[in-house]
Structure formats: structure tokens, C-alpha cells
């Protein structure tokens, strides 16, 4: 909770076009479903920030955003937009901030180290709580076994981050902390070594999901179907109200998601699923101008 983060492949594609005139954005995937108003854009606040601006200043841009990541489901679409805005923001200014900056500057916005750590570094990533050096707040990198995938479905409804954050309490009994720190270490060790024993254990949480699961509908029949159809464990994904179940094979990863869905459905939820790989680290790539024929 607040600590790790997993890059997993739903990606979000951003392509800036330099030209004259006021700024221009067009949305597709999950943003235009969702009916992205630029004005709440994080990645266009990103971006002025980048350059030394305010959203409002900002023109001479063509910009396309196509993200797979579904909006306010806890599957980091914040983070990665906030990630792609800082870097194309860097390119437009001229400026060469590390990747430790970038990074710096994303949790400056967003508030979580671990989020936008995993969406800049990609894999999984530590961010250790509660320190304000730059040099040791910087993500560490985890292993994680290839074999694992990740099976992933969202309702259709939403769960603000500001309701998740509501429902839970001030503080937790003392004993909590180190059966955490233990399930901690031994999904750790479950995934760098593909063990779904460690894993099904480790993933067990008493920190967050316990006091957010009854934001999710269905919550308990889908996490009874994953593990029925051979989910090693099973999990709310950031806020909620998606889910997360790691696998091992490609067979039993797809009988998962579908399992998901239905009982999300059976529930009375539309649902959608994926069946995901582990994602590597944010790529930017520079076009020179064209020059017209």
C-alpha cells in the first residue's frame, strides 16, 4: 500500500506536433469515452509545468493522447499521464532533466512515488515512504519472475480516489505492522521466484482492502472466481475498483479474466478484463521536422 507499484502493459501514447495557432488536443481509447475535458487534463498540466508555464498559456501544440487505461479504476492512468506530460514537456523547453528529476517532479503533482515510479521505470518498483532525499527516495527496481502475467478486470462504475482515501481509518492495531512487513516479503519472494504458495500468502492485505472491498460491487464473488479458475491471489489494483490476479500460463490467465468478468457481471457490474505482461520502462522518441516537398 503506497509502496509498490507494477507496470503492467496498458499503455498510453502521446504525440506532440509542433505548429501555429492555439492548442489542440484530440483524445481516443479510454479518454475519449470517457470525454476528456482538456481543462481537467493532468497530462496538459504536466506538460505546462515542464515548460515553466500554466495550462492556460500553452498553444502552438497539436496534440494526440491514445491511452488503453481505463479512467479512475486504480490502473495508474494519472501516473502514466502525468509521466508522458513531464517528458514531452522537456523536449518542448529544451530542458535536460534526469529521469530522477522527471520523476521527482511527477510525485510533486501526484503525490504517489510508487505510481509514477513504476510508469517511468516500468517492472516493479519500491518507493520507499516517508524520505525526502531525493537520491534515496528514487525507485528501486524488484525482480520479477517471467512467468507471472496478470489478469485485470474493472467495472464499469468508478471509485474516486478521494472516496477510497475517505473509508479508511486514522490508524490500525500494532500487530497489523508486521504481518504486513511479512506478507510483504513473501510476495516479494513469490514473484522474483514464480512461487504461487508465497504469493497466494503475500497479497493478503489488512491495510487498505479490508476497508475499501465494499466500494467495489461483487468484490467478494469476483475474488472467489480467480482463485476457483487458478489465480495465485487476487487483489484491489491502486484505489479500486479493479482488480489484479497474478498467474503463471497463458491458459490459466485467460480462464481468470474471464472468470472475473462474469462475476463482476453476475453481480450486476459491466465488466472488462486483460490479460497482461509486466511493462517496461516510459519510451520517448524525438522526429526531426519535416521539410515540405
Not at 489488512?206 to 487458478?230: I, S, T, Y
Not at 487483489?235 to 490467465?253: D, K, N, R, W, Y
Amino acid at each position: 500500500f503506497d509502496v509498490l507499484a507494477l507496470a503492467l502493459d496498458l499503455r498510453l501514447e502521446a504525440t506532440l506536433t509542433v505548429k501555429k495557432g492555439p492548442l489542440e488536443v484530440e483524445y481516443r481509447g479510454t479518454l475519449k469515452e470517457e470525454k476528456m475535458d482538456p481543462r481537467n487534463d493532468i497530462l496538459l498540466k504536466a506538460l505546462a509545468r515542464a515548460m515553466g508555464k500554466e495550462r492556460e498559456e500553452l498553444e502552438g501544440i497539436h496534440l494526440v493522447v491514445d491511452s488503453q487505461i481505463p479512467v479512475t479504476r486504480g490502473l495508474g492512468s494519472s501516473a502514466a499521464a502525468l509521466v508522458a506530460g513531464i517528458l514531452l514537456g522537456n523536449v518542448l523547453s529544451g530542458s535536460k532533466q534526469s529521469a530522477g528529476e522527471v520523476h521527482k517532479m511527477a510525485y510533486m503533482l501526484e503525490g504517489h512515488r510508487e505510481a509514477v515510479g513504476a510508469a517511468l521505470f516500468g517492472g516493479l518498483v519500491f518507493a520507499p515512504p516517508g524520505v525526502e532525499d531525493p537520491d534515496l527516495a528514487h525507485p528501486l527496481p524488484l525482480p520479477v519472475h517471467p512467468s507471472w502475467r496478470f489478469a485485470v478486470a474493472w467495472p464499469a462504475m468508478e471509485v474516486s480516489t478521494v472516496l477510497a482515501r475517505s473509508v479508511l481509518p486514522p490508524s490500525l492495531p500494532h500487530e497489523v505492522t508486521p504481518k504486513s512487513v511479512g506478507r510483504t516479503l513473501l510476495l516479494l519472494h513469490g514473484l522474483k521466484e514464480a512461487d504461487p504458495r508465497l504469493v497466494k500468502l503475500g497479497i493478503q492485505d489488512e491495510v487498505h482492502v479490508p476497508f475499501r472491498r465494499h466500494l467495489v460491487p461483487g468484490f467478494n464473488k469476483v475474488r472467489e472466481a480467480a482463485l476457483e479458475a487458478g489465480a495465485s491471489g487476487i487483489t484491489l489494483s491502486g484505489s479500486g475498483p479493479a482488480l489484479v490476479a497474478p498467474v503463471l500460463g497463458e491458459e490459466t490467465g485467460a480462464k481468470v479474466v474471464e472468470a472475473m468478468i462474469q462475476a463482476f457481471r453476475d453481480s450486476r457490474q459491466d465488466a472488462q478484463g486483460k490479460l497482461l505482461d509486466v511493462a517496461g520502462r516510459a519510451q520517448l522518441e524525438v522526429l526531426p521536422p519535416t521539410v515540405p516537398s
